[in-house]
């Protein structure tokens, strides 16, 4: 049996504050309602002038503002005033097995762990232990390394997912740290529902994690060797920018002479994230629709049975049309206006795995031809307004089937990341709030 450092896990030194009040420590992850300055600005009244997560962040509706320099010179001080002061309680060695139940009445498992960033790899085609689900834009990684470079202080909002039909992880780890008292419960602010956490350190309790961690990995062994066991939820773009931040720290290290174990070691090579099994029950994945601007509708949609082997029907109706879709992992809705006519079409494939992953591209290829250079897309999260939008005039709505867990790695796997705004793990307040932080530049 292999141990779990050796497929990139590690068990982190976890910082907490003292006296833990989460309704203003904690805080939802910074890529959330970035266009919604009132919610950051609630937020603020609700940390107060209490420890809050929120002085060491740069939420992304400040990511263009003129005074983010500024904003990212008080977070370096305010981390190192909370290190210094009396905000954290001592770092304690331990995995976090958490229950997070959220106010639309799910309830979510996970487990907060560390990971080499030396296993993961956000490029297509990796065969790395950890790999991104969507498409990265490079040119978001820079503005991100300017806040993690040199941060004394880490607070993971990135969401891996396992393969973990058994529930051996998260589930069987939980299992086992449940019979000890919570380290922190309760309510999470804005909307965000509550939070249970439990600790997990004894060698008896690791090995449960250990045995699960290698079980999996046997399970989705590759012929060549490789082992994909983890896939990036939530903050592909954020552990993306921890990787370059370590590749170039580590170029540093190197240059002043830094040994392999110091290499191995340092604490930057390493990221804090939350491990969920992609079959929880209270983990939901919804399609990311598609609304497509001033094109021919029929002619897409010819287009599209053309290139996906796929047959279109016309329905009734919005609400037919919709309940096919929904009940199918590979077909697809659109809602158009014809000569002053509403029209719903139903498109059936033989599509095997995820449907975006084939749909994506034949869009793409369909709005480079040159008639359709005026064309404009949008991607849309609610079926309501992907209807909507489809009557009208030059509105074309793409209703997207829901997304197959079965299907999700093995996509990913032979056809590498799914096209960006493939889908969404549940609603906004149910994203990942920061809470757990761990030393970075020291």
């Avoid at 229950?99 to 065969?127: C, H």
């Avoid at 996906?308 to 329905?315: C, D, T």
């Avoid at 809602?335 to 994506?360: H, M, N, P, S, W």
């Amino acid at each position: 049996m292999k141990k779990i450092e050796e497929y990139g896990i590690r068990i982190p030194e976890i910082l907490l504050p003292k006296n833990i009040d989460l309704a203003s420590w904690s805080v939802i992850a910074c890529d959330q309602y970035t266009q919604d300055l009132d919610y950051w600005k609630k937020a603020e009244k609700n940390a107060g002038n209490n420890p809050s997560t929120l002085n060491l962040i740069l939420p992304e509706v400040y990511l263009n503002s003129p005074d983010k320099p500024e904003r990212i010179k008080k977070i370096r001080e305010t981390m190192k005033s909370y290190l210094a002061g009396d905000v954290f309680a001592p770092a304690e060695k331990a995995f976090i097995c958490i229950e997070r139940k959220t106010a639309f009445g799910r309830m979510r498992k996970g487990l907060v762990a560390q990971i080499d960033l030396e296993t993961y790899e956000w490029k297509p085609f990796s065969n790395a232990n950890i790999r991104a689900t969507e498409a990265t834009i490079v040119e978001r990684i820079p503005p991100r390394m300017e806040i993690r470079r040199g941060a004394s202080l880490e607070l993971p909002h990135i969401m891996l997912l396992v393969n973990d039909k058994e529930k051996l992880l998260v589930e069987g780890a939980g299992s086992v740290a449940k019979k000890h008292a919570p380290i922190y419960d309760g309510q999470l602010m804005n909307n965000g529902g509550s939070i249970t956490g439990w600790t997990l350190k004894t060698d008896e309790e690791i090995s449960v994690v250990t045995q699960a961690v290698n079980k999996i990995a046997e399970q989705n062994a590759a012929p060549d060797g490789s082992t994909f066991l983890f896939a990036v939820g939530d903050g592909n773009h954020s552990l993306a920018t921890a990787k370059a931040v370590w590749d170039e720290y580590k170029a540093q290290l190197k240059e002043k002479g830094a040994s392999e174990k110091e290499l191995q070691e340092n604490p930057v090579r390493f990221a804090l994230v939350e491990i969920v099994n992609i079959y929880d029950e209270g983990l939901t994945f919804e399609p990311i629709h598609r609304v497509i601007f001033d094109i021919d509708s029929e002619k897409l949609i010819s287009f599209l049975c053309d290139k996906l082997g796929g047959k279109a029907s016309e329905v009734a109706s919005k609400e037919e049309l919709e309940k096919l879709v929904k009940a199918s992992a590979a077909d697809f809705g659109f809602a158009f206006v014809k000569d002053g006519k509403q029209k719903y079409v139903y498109l059936k494939t033989e599509i095997k795995e995820l449907a975006v992953a084939r749909l994506q591209p034949e869009i793409d290829a369909f709005l480079k031809q040159d008639e359709n250079q005026k064309a404009e897309i949008d991607y849309i999260h609610g079926t309501e307004e992907v209807m909507a939008l489809g009557t009208k005039a030059n509105g074309t709505g793409i209703l997207l089937p829901p997304i197959a867990k079965d299907s999700f790695f093995e996509t990913i796997n032979g056809r590498g990341p799914l096209p960006r705004k493939s889908f969404s793990m549940g609603e906004a307040d149910e994203k990942r709030f920061y809470l757990e932080c761990r030393q970075l530049f020291c």
